[in-house]
């Protein structure tokens, strides 16, 4: 069965600084999709960054970054120079397959930046 | 484009009543998914619909919770009748056939 495990509950980081946020998952099937997404405190869920399971090289989007390591079956995001507004909870998510279905999560951590 | 709407954003409750949240998806995406997070614990998967289809209810708690989507548009959730355990913060997202998924901003439920 598919499962995602983030194991920091919460992180502080200093502004400026760079934060990787841990993610690993299991799946027995060989395509799948990683995401992550961002929910400030106002509520909604904002997509960051998505992996493709054969996807040779890493994910990056502006200051985001997805540090895939398939063999370890890790899926961690880094941001880089952080910001205020990066203070939020972030959650981890695979698909199984790449066509439409359900997308599970991790249980979320939660980042605050320290000015 | 439009995203995706949920309403309300906020309902308040007694045990023993009914909610009906709504969900309007991004125009074209036929496929429609509704998730839920109680008392701060995991975001959990309750269906997906392909556009009037249910094509997974797997994670639908009891059939105290009744999703429909006719004509394939926007979706409706109710509850009936609901349950202090109910409350937490329910999602709805919508892609196209493969693609990424838009979430709305939720509807934040109390049974009080």
């Known amino acids: 069965a598919q499962k995602i495990t983030q194991t920091q509950p919460g992180m502080f980081v200093q502004e400026k600084e760079a934060v990787t946020l841990d993610c690993t998952y299991d799946?027995?099937?060989?395509?799948?999709?990683l995401f992550w997404y961002k929910q400030p405190s106002s509520g909604e869920m904002i997509f960051l960054i998505y992996?493709?399971?054969?996807?040779?090289q890493n994910a990056t989007e502006g200051r985001y970054s997805l540090n895939f390591q398939k063999a370890r079956k890790s899926a961690n995001l880094v941001i880089s120079a952080s910001q205020l507004g990066d203070s939020a909870m972030y959650f981890c998510?695979?698909?199984?397959?790449?066509?439409?279905?359900?997308?599970?999560f991790g249980s979320g951590t939660r980042l605050s930046i320290r000015p | 484009e439009a995203g995706v709407t949920q309403f309300p954003s906020h309902s308040v409750i007694e045990k023993g009543q009914t909610v009906t949240l709504r969900c309007d998806p991004i125009?074209?995406?036929?496929?429609l998914y509704w998730y839920r997070r109680v008392m701060g614990k995991e975001i959990k998967f309750l269906l997906h619909?392909?556009?009037?289809?249910?094509?997974?209810e797997s994670g639908m708690p009891n059939n105290r919770f009744l999703a429909e989507r006719t004509g394939g548009t926007y979706s409706t959730l109710k509850v009936q009748p609901a349950e202090l355990e109910d409350s937490g913060v329910y999602f709805c997202?919508?892609?196209?056939?493969?693609?990424?998924?838009?979430f709305g901003s939720g509807t934040r439920l109390t049974v009080v």
């Open positions: 997202a919508s892609s196209w056939a493969g693609g990424g998924y838009t």
């Open positions: 998510a695979m698909r199984e397959g790449f066509s439409a279905s359900k997308i599970i």
């Open positions: 619909f392909v556009k009037e289809s249910k094509q997974d």
């Open positions: 799946t027995s099937d060989p395509s799948y999709g």
């Open positions: 125009s074209g995406h036929d496929n």
């Open positions: 992996q493709g399971s054969y996807d040779q």
